[in-house]
């Protein structure tokens, strides 16, 4: 029989080695050769059995003394033989271990029944542009689910109780084991439930879900643009048996507006001009998101000119102020002119020696044509 190595040496630690640094060293050890992450591979399973021995030794007080003092002999002679036969063992008596490692209540069997968390649901608000930029309250139908009320959520007949499921123990979960491979999977007798209903309840045909539509209100933030979600926590289906809601996620959508246009917070506009206007200069009035301010024009400003008004944009969602409003200039065109209109012009184009179509000559030329 082979001599077993020093407790120290498996674990990488010197023997003045800390309570934390030896449970560091194994819990290293134990993730690297743990036998669910090496299937089939009997080295691994040699290591993890032998860096669980020595733990077992140098996280215990009085056998950490004694080995120190005589070695694997003194273990043997004082009663406290530290092997395992098999991981079975390993498991049971570094239950918690394993939990911390591998997550559940001692990572192998037993442990309470899971409960879980009601799904989370998905929904859209459209929200009117000017709402949006200032905020508001939106009103919204949820179809979800809820704990039946005839039942109060445990899927039985009024007047009955749910059984403890026999082929998990009530657990909801079963283990699969092939060699030292373990596999926990959901009982597929009570599909988790930890229970069989034998007198379901009429209403929710055992399910202990009813399904109802609630009116819920959501509080919209000023600034908000499309696409960005609000999350309504516990406003989802109903979680199992002491287990929390899901969540709704609100998903909004912004009305387009019929002057304005959004880029993140800074908001975009189109400005008519006249031509006189564009040429001489002026002072015209602007609407804005929160109400109407005043642009100066200068003389000569071309058509597509850009004019930033500060802080009449949108809110910031982060709560950093507000964007910028950005005012494009863009000379309009008549479609229809008065005589006298048409008589200025042209006296202008004349001094412009600009050359513009005779209306006159037109007619004329028509005339001709269909004679």
């Given at each position: 029989?082979?001599?077993?190595?020093?407790?120290?040496?498996?674990?990488?630690?010197?023997?003045?080695?800390?309570?934390?640094?030896?449970?560091?060293?194994?819990?290293?050890?134990?993730?690297?050769?743990?036998?669910?992450?090496?299937?089939?591979?009997?080295?691994?399973?040699?290591?993890?059995?032998?860096?669980?021995?020595?733990?077992?030794?140098?996280?215990?007080?009085?056998?950490?003394?004694?080995?120190?003092?005589?070695?694997?002999?003194?273990?043997?002679?004082?009663?406290?033989?530290?092997?395992?036969?098999?991981?079975?063992?390993?498991?049971?008596?570094?239950?918690?271990?394993?939990?911390?490692?591998?997550?559940?209540?001692?990572?192998?069997?037993?442990?309470?029944?899971?409960?879980?968390?009601?799904?989370?649901?998905?929904?859209?608000?459209?929200?009117?542009?000017?709402?949006?930029?200032?905020?508001?309250?939106?009103?919204?139908?949820?179809?979800?689910?809820?704990?039946?009320?005839?039942?109060?959520?445990?899927?039985?007949?009024?007047?009955?109780?749910?059984?403890?499921?026999?082929?998990?123990?009530?657990?909801?979960?079963?283990?699969?084991?092939?060699?030292?491979?373990?596999?926990?999977?959901?009982?597929?007798?009570?599909?988790?439930?930890?229970?069989?209903?034998?007198?379901?309840?009429?209403?929710?045909?055992?399910?202990?879900?009813?399904?109802?539509?609630?009116?819920?209100?959501?509080?919209?933030?000023?600034?908000i643009e499309t696409g960005q979600v609000l999350r309504l926590s516990g406003k989802g289906n109903t979680g199992g048996e002491g287990a929390p809601s899901g969540d709704l996620y609100v998903e909004v959508m912004v009305d387009d507006h019929e002057f304005f246009e959004r880029r993140g917070s800074d908001v975009l506009?189109?400005?008519?001009?006249?031509?006189?206007?564009?040429?001489?200069?002026?002072?015209?009035?602007?609407?804005?998101?929160?109400?109407?301010?005043?642009?100066?024009?200068?003389?000569?400003?071309?058509?597509?000119?850009?004019?930033?008004?500060?802080?009449?944009?949108?809110?910031?969602?982060?709560?950093?102020?507000?964007?910028?409003?950005?005012?494009?200039?863009?000379?309009?065109?008549?479609?229809?002119?008065?005589?006298?209109?048409?008589?200025?012009?042209?006296?202008?184009?004349?001094?412009?020696?600009?050359?513009?179509?005779?209306?006159?000559?037109?007619?004329?030329?028509?005339?001709?044509?269909?004679?």
């Amino acid at each position: 029989m082979s001599t077993p190595r020093d407790y120290y040496e498996v674990l990488g630690v010197s023997k003045t080695a800390s309570d934390a640094e030896i449970k560091k060293a194994y819990r290293k050890l134990a993730m690297k050769h743990h036998p669910d992450r090496n299937p089939d591979d009997a080295e691994a399973e040699a290591k993890f059995k032998e860096a669980s021995e020595a733990y077992s030794v140098l996280s215990d007080n009085d056998k950490r003394a004694t080995y120190d003092r005589f070695g694997h002999s003194g273990l043997h002679g004082a009663g406290m033989n530290p092997g395992f036969q098999n991981a079975d063992d390993i498991f049971s008596h570094f239950s918690d271990m394993f939990g911390d490692l591998f997550g559940g209540g001692g990572g192998r069997g037993g442990g309470g029944r899971r409960v879980r968390r009601g799904s989370d649901l998905n929904t859209r608000v459209q929200v009117p542009f000017m709402d949006a930029a200032h905020g508001c309250q939106q009103e919204i139908s949820v179809s979800r689910e809820q704990a039946c009320g005839t039942c109060d959520g445990s899927g039985a007949k009024p007047g009955t109780s749910p059984e403890t499921c026999t082929t998990c123990g009530g657990v909801g979960e079963v283990i699969q084991a092939q060699m030292f491979l373990r596999i926990r999977t959901v009982c597929p007798a009570c599909h988790g439930r930890g229970q069989i209903i034998t007198s379901p309840c009429v209403d929710c045909r055992g399910t202990g879900r009813e399904r109802v539509t609630d009116k819920l209100t959501v509080t919209v933030p000023a600034g908000i643009e499309t696409g960005q979600v609000l999350r309504l926590s516990g406003k989802g289906n109903t979680g199992g048996e002491g287990a929390p809601s899901g969540d709704l996620y609100v998903e909004v959508m912004v009305d387009d507006h019929e002057f304005f246009e959004r880029r993140g917070s800074d908001v975009l506009c189109e400005l008519p001009v006249s031509y006189a206007q564009a040429c001489l200069g002026a002072e015209v009035t602007v609407p804005t998101v929160h109400g109407e301010t005043t642009v100066d024009i200068p003389a000569g400003t071309p058509s597509g000119k850009v004019f930033q008004l500060r802080n009449e944009g949108a809110p910031r969602l982060d709560g950093r102020g507000r964007g910028d409003q950005f005012v494009q200039a863009v000379v309009a065109v008549p479609t229809s002119l008065s005589t006298r209109e048409e008589e200025l012009l042209r006296e202008l184009a004349d001094l412009q020696d600009a050359n513009v179509v005779d209306k006159g000559f037109l007619r004329e030329f028509w005339d001709r044509l269909t004679s």
